[in-house]
């Protein structure tokens, strides 16, 4: 039980900070505002996104309502798994994942589009990567270690088995 609450903990801690960013963007910018950071390269720019990563399939809301709420169900299925059989980083990553996931699904089921305000331009290369928010973050972070969780068993199966075999 306690592996759980570790990881429940985890899940509201960054579901609230995603609800309460977004939050303050909402209440306290105009839409389109933008206030600088780190010069050009960092703004916060309240920006609203109807479609998924880089703006792709605008305007699908029912779509990733039904697509996330899958998603949502076999994470939450697998974590289960992971948990019991004490893989620390997956459960980790999986928790980001649905932690991030949650929390851009809340923004479209209440208003049909997401809220992002992270704004980061590449002056050098005239380049504004795409306006993106903490649920973005958490998602990209637990895919990342999903993919490094992986490569890990990978090699570990692969010493194991040339051990076996020598």
Not at 126 to 144: E, K, L, M, Q, R
Request: hydrophobic share 50%; with cysteine; glycine share 6%.
């Amino acid at each position: 039980m306690k592996k759980v609450s570790v990881y429940f903990i985890i899940f509201l801690a960054i579901l609230g900070l995603d609800y309460w960013t977004k939050w303050l963007v909402k209440t306290k910018m105009m839409l389109g505002e933008s206030i600088s950071v780190i010069g050009e390269f960092f703004r916060i720019t309240s920006h609203r996104n109807r479609g998924a990563a880089f703006g792709i399939l605008e305007d699908q809301r029912w779509f990733f309502i039904v697509a996330t709420t899958v998603i949502v169900i076999a994470i939450i299925w697998y974590l289960r798994y992971t948990l019991r059989d004490g893989k620390k980083l997956l459960s980790f990553a999986l928790t980001l994942v649905l932690a991030g996931a949650i929390g851009n699904f809340i923004d479209r089921v209440r208003s049909g589009e997401v809220v992002d305000f992270f704004h980061v331009y590449f002056s050098a290369f005239d380049y504004h990567y795409p306006i993106f928010n903490i649920a973005d973050c958490s998602i990209v972070t637990g895919v990342a270690l999903i993919a490094l969780d992986t490569l890990l068993d990978w090699k570990k199966e692969r010493n194991e088995s040339k051990h076996e075999h020598a």
